[in-house]
């Protein structure tokens, strides 16, 4: 049987638990609140990019471009995978990597890049060909980054070293939910409906505006990427911490109540036998 001494160790214990999880809440909901506003100043540019894309390909001249034209996937795909570099996150980091790894095994010869550990560590145990791997990657350093991963993905595509590329990453719908996204961003989307009466739009010509529209898109589509993927975690890490406070004060209310009992029973213990002893006591009086 537990002793008193015990159930109050453990309710100190899990107390300074307690302690903790409301310092790592408190910590996610400051994060979460500064990458939300960056989400919602980046989602509109990213939005409007995209639409310029996908009007780009309902022309007939784009099917020729670089960008745009349909290759067969000889070499390989590359993948880029966004985790987080820390747990206490519920099912965030599960849910992303075992969609992407589902996806690669649709017989694909895939090249890797992948950001935060917990992606590396799983795809690293499992013999995947990781070419690059982003940890810790500080939040004011985050746009900068997004630039230099565009950058480098654009040369691989460009010079044929990978046949396609997808963007592996958390959408961020509220507090309460996120979704798992896998994206194909290159080649760009082709339109089935065709429309050339918007080709005037584009001087001097479609290809050099391409050109320069491109890898900027790219860049704000990573950078949005990002930004969805720290939001949806920061968002997963509250709620599993808000989750966790709550158990741990379920328990320590649970102990509390063991506590009292194995208190009671033990004062009623010994008034019982103080009155044992009492009555003893009285009978041998009378006796003599």
Not at 122 to 132: A, D, E, Q, S, T
Not at 177 to 206: A, C, Q
Request: neutral net charge; hydrophobic residues 35%; aromatic residues 10%.
């Amino acid at each position: 049987m537990t002793s008193m001494k015990d159930i109050k160790q453990r309710i100190y214990n899990v107390n300074s638990t307690e302690q903790i999880i409301k310092a790592m809440d408190m910590i996610a909901s400051t994060k979460l609140h500064k990458a939300r506003a960056q989400l919602n100043g980046v989602r509109p540019i990213c939005f409007e990019l995209k639409k310029i894309a996908d009007e780009i390909g309902a022309l007939s001249a784009a099917e020729s471009n670089q960008f745009y034209k349909e290759r067969e996937v000889i070499k390989s795909s590359l993948y880029m995978v966004f985790t987080s570099d820390r747990g206490f996150s519920g099912g965030y980091n599960a849910n992303i990597i075992s969609k992407s790894h589902e996806h690669m095994n649709q017989g694909k010869n895939e090249k890797l890049i992948v950001i935060g550990s917990k992606g590396y560590h799983y795809f690293k145990n499992r013999n995947k060909n990781i070419i690059w791997k982003i940890t810790d990657i500080p939040d004011t350093q985050v746009y900068y980054e997004a630039e230099d991963i565009s950058k480098w993905i654009l040369n691989l595509y460009l010079s044929g070293e990978v046949d396609e590329v997808f963007v592996c990453y958390t959408q961020f719908e509220n507090v309460l939910s996120n979704t798992p996204v896998i994206e194909r961003i290159l080649p760009l989307p082709l339109s089935e409906v065709k429309n050339d009466d918007i080709y005037k739009k584009y001087e001097p010509d479609l290809d050099s505006f391409l050109e320069h529209i491109v890898p900027l898109y790219l860049h704000m589509y990573i950078f949005r990427a990002f930004s969805e993927s720290h939001t949806s975690e920061h968002a997963s890490r509250m709620v599993s911490m808000d989750a966790a406070g709550k158990n741990a004060s379920d328990m320590i209310n649970k102990l509390t109540r063991m506590y009292n009992r194995r208190r009671q029973t033990a004062i009623t213990q010994e008034i019982s036998e103080i009155v044992g002893s009492a009555n003893i006591l009285y009978k041998g009086g009378i006796n003599e």
